[in-house]
Each structure stands twice: as structure tokens, then as C-alpha cells.
């Protein structure tokens, strides 16, 4: 199925120029807010509890419960906000040490009764110890996340378009992530499984992009490396649109329908669908230009390790002839 004429070739490098100021701009812009408003580190990161309460016949008297808990010995200084519905809040609060063990869904229901009629659906209680040890495996697991698909590119690939690739996938990993601190959502575990499925994701866009690139240059010759790449957007477009829509339709599915759970994950994977998309487009082709990729030079590059292998097999004929 194609959504676009099979035999038209769009410019897309002619237009990969303002994608890239584009892209730029947004990075500015990220930047500056991560300085303004920073990230918002979930429990799974700094150590604390977090409680969800449903009410049952009305609606969450959230400045009334912030009221008590602010009275309270175990609950003070905790964060309340609604969760996907009126009746239904978060409570979170710092790790508090203490020599006395508490159970911390009777305490908030002891606490909590003047409220009304509640049921409690989820305790979390990450330590403060637990929380650094995550923090660094997380990022510990993007880092090698993103040098082994380094690793792949580069042996894949002429040098400039495996960096290309790497700096297109940096790029979305970046914006997606930053998706959390335009929405306020924590920092937890769900988001870097998604950013770490994102890396894969994203790079594979980019490769199937490439890969006709190096068909084109090694089966036609072409001398225009503007045209080749115009040429393999255009011949991949339909692919690229309909596996990113896929992918797209499934996760805002989840984003619409699922709950407030599953934001960490779907928030960055909705937004790192369409930004994986762009940039296999848009970034990652005119990047390899602008490393200064040269198409002769390629060419000739290939010519001497046909040359090489060619000596090679002409010499292993003639080892197993006796010849030599």
C-alpha cells in the first residue's frame, strides 16, 4: 500500500535545512526549560511513598486533606494532586526515617477519615538507598543503550552517516524526554524504559533510510548525493508513514484510555513516534552532507575493497590450485 506516488522524488533536502533550525530552536528552548522549571524526580529516584486514593459518591476534598496531613507526624509536606479523575488523588512524600514501624494504608486511612469514604489502590515505598541505585542503573542502561547502537551504526556504515545516525538519535531521545517537563510528569523507571525502547525504535527508522541510500549509491552510480537521498525518502516514505502511524495509534490509545500509570511510558513514546519520524526525514540525511560526506570518495572507497577482495579470492584460487 502506498500513500505516495511510487515514482516521485521529493525534495526533502531542500527542506532539511529548516528542519534543522527548527530542531535547534526546540533544543534552545528545552535547555532553558530544564534550567527554569527542571525535572520533577519520582519516588523511584529520590526515595519516598506515594499512595493513590479513590472516593467513593463525591469528589477528592483535596484542601481538606492537605489540611490534616499537614497536622500529621508521618505525612507532612506531602505533594496532592488529582489522578485522572475528580474522586481520584496522589499522595506523595519524602522518605521519613523512623524507629517505629507504621503501615502506612492504615495510618492514611486512620488519618484520612473525616474525609469521607475512600478506598486506597496503590502503595509505593521506594527507600532513599533504593532510589540513588535505580537512578544510576537507569542511566547507566541509557549510556549503553546508546554506545552499542554506536557500535552498530559505525560498523554498518561509512563513518559520517553512522554519526549522523547518532546524533539524529540523540536528538530524539532528547526531545521526548523533555516532553515530561512540558506535561509534569516524575521521572521514574517507566520513562527511561521508554526512552530506551525509543533508541531502538528510532534507530531503525533511520537504517531502513540508509539502507536505500547504499543500495542506490552502490547499484546506480548516481554522482548527486542530494538526488540519491531525495530518491531513498521518497521510495521509503510510504513505509516509514505507515509504521510510524502504527506505532503511533497504538500508544495514543494507551495514552487516551490507559491511566495515569501508564503516562511515564506512553508521554515520551507518543512524542518520540513523530520525532523519530522527522529526523530519519529530515536530520539524520543532511547531517551525513553536512559531516561532509563525498560521494566520489565513496565510490572510490568501494572500488579499492572490491579491488582487495577480488585479489583475495584470485589468491585463494590459486592456493587451492597448488599454484602458490
Known sequence: MDFFRHDKIYDFVKYSKYGLIFSCILIVGIIILFFIKGVNFGIDFVGG????LQYTNKDAPISQIREILNDSQYFKNSNITEFGAKNEIVIKFPFVPSD??????DEIK???KPTGEFDVRRVDIVGPKAGVELAKKGVISLALALIAMMIYVSFRYEWRFAL????ALVHDVFISAAAIIVFDVDLSLDVIAALLTLIGYSINDTIIIFDRIREQMLLKKFNDINFVINDAVSKTLSRTLLTSLTVFFVIFILFVFGSEILKGFTLPMLVGSIVGTYSSMFIA?????????????YYEKEARKQRKKQEKEKMYQMYEKGRI
Not at 511513598?49 to 493513590?52: D, G, H, N
Not at 517505629?100 to 494504608?105: A, D, F, L, M, R
Not at 540525511?285 to 570518495?297: C, D, R, S, V, Y
Open 285 to 297: 540525511p543532511k547531517l551525513a552532507i553536512l559531516f561532509g560526506f563525498n560521494i566520489q570518495e
Open 49 to 52: 511513598s506515594v499512595i493513590q
Open 100 to 105: 517505629v514501624k507504621i503501615n502506612i494504608s
Open 164 to 167: 549522523a545516525g547518532i546524533v
Open 110 to 112: 486512620e488519618v484520612l
